[in-house]
Nanobody, 122 residues
């Protein structure tokens, strides 16, 4: 499995931007498909965005399409989530996750980071 550590969360006003980062350990990072999920208290963890190992395939939840961009740098073992035009409903803990297969189903991801809090004020 790969070890994941997220960073970059914080407090931002509605309409603002944040860039989340996820640092991964291991020499086989490029073989993993990566994703971002988010969770608010009392609700299930939900899919946000995913990217294939080589970066050629991406997929987004409808709620973030056109506002968020997922990317990766395999040379640095990093995954990013650029968040623009943030809304109060984007407030959540954001988790980075890794899977051996192309997927956006939470159950296919076996490696998770500890999460980073994003709070968007109105």
């Amino acid at each position: 499995q790969v070890q994941l550590v997220e960073s970059g969360g914080g407090l931002v006003q509605a309409g603002g931007s944040l860039r989340l980062s996820c640092a991964a350990s291991g020499r086989t990072f490029s073989t993993y498909n990566m994703a971002w999920f988010r969770q608010v208290p009392g609700k299930e963890r939900e899919f946000v965005a995913a990217i294939s190992g080589g970066g050629g395939w991406t997929h987004y939840a409808d709620s973030v399409k056109g506002r968020f961009t997922i990317s990766r740098d395999n040379a640095k073992n990093m995954v990013y989530l650029q968040q623009n035009s943030l809304k109060p409903e984007d407030t959540a803990v954001y988790y980075c996750a890794a899977s051996p297969r192309i997927s956006w189903s939470r159950t296919d991801f076996g490696s998770w980071g500890q999460g980073t809090q994003v709070t968007v004020s109105s």
